[in-house]
T-cell receptor, first 112, second 117 residues
Framework: AQSVTQLGSHVSVSEGALVLLRCNYS??????LFWYVQYPNQGLQLLLK??????LVKGINGFEAEFKKSETSFHLTKPSAHMSDAAEYFC??????????FGKGTRLHILP | GAVVSQHPSRVICKSGTSVKIECRSL??????MFWYRQFPKQSLMLMAT?????????EQGVEKDKFLINHASLTLSTLTVTSAHPEDSSFYIC?????????????FGPGTRLTVL
């Protein structure tokens, strides 16, 4: 069965600094991996997803993530944080069926 | 991109009453719809998966008689919380997929905040 671990329930970075949100997964088959963002009292918006092919995936709002099979990781990065990036971020995995399993989420705080 | 709506966005009801939440795919036909529940500051937990025209598949621990799901058309699924109690208060989010499986992209609705008094 698949699972997702997000390291750090809260991450704070200064505006303009690098954003790094960590995600490790467990899957018995080649996974599909996702990052979603959730703003307060809203649904989820897909930032990016990895299915097959190129391991570096670029998403919206300047975010990208790299699939590293050897490390079972799919960390999310952005070179320069913006105040509008403050939100909850969820890493998720899908394993051969329709179900998506979400991590517990990481709240990103941007310091002025 | 694909748009999924939910109605209502917020609902407050008395304990013992039933509440219906609608999930609509506005610009695509959703073969499969999913219902999630999110407790404050926690992740989304999948409650059930529904395919148009067939019975929903519920996750372990989810009471199918309490959370009635209907997926009568390719653009509409409903979740009815029957005999709601305060512990049912939560944020309910639906998602929709245009595929018939195999990990098609899910598009999420904006969520419905249910408060049971």
């Amino acid at each position: 069965a698949q699972s997702v671990t997000q390291l750090g329930s809260h991450v704070s970075v200064s505006e303009g600094a690098l954003v790094l949100l960590r995600c490790n997964y467990s899957s018995s088959v080649p996974p599909y991996l996702f990052w979603y963002v959730q703003y307060p009292n809203q649904g989820l918006q897909l930032l990016l997803k990895y299915t097959t092919g190129a391991t570096l995936v670029k998403g919206i709002n300047g975010f990208e993530a790299e699939f590293k099979k050897s490390e079972t990781s799919f960390h999310l990065t952005k070179p320069s944080a913006h105040m509008s990036d403050a939100a909850e971020y969820f890493c998720a995995v899908s394993e051969g069926d329709d179900k998506i399993i979400f991590g517990k989420g990481t709240r990103l705080h941007i310091l002025p | 991109g694909a748009v999924v709506s939910q109605h209502p966005s917020r609902v407050i009801c008395k304990s013992g009453t039933s509440v219906k939440i609608e999930c609509r795919s506005l610009d695509f036909q959703a073969t499969t719809m999913f219902w999630y529940r999110q407790f404050p500051k926690q992740s989304l937990m999948l409650m059930a998966t529904s395919n148009e025209g067939s019975k929903a598949t519920y996750e372990q621990g989810v009471e199918k008689d309490k959370f009635l799901i209907n997926h009568a058309s390719l653009t509409l699924s409903t979740l009815t919380v029957t005999s709601a109690h305060p512990e049912d208060s939560s944020f309910y989010i639906c998602s929709a997929s245009a595929g018939t499986g195999n990990r098609d992209t899910q598009y999420f609705g904006p969520g419905t905040r249910l408060t049971v008094l």
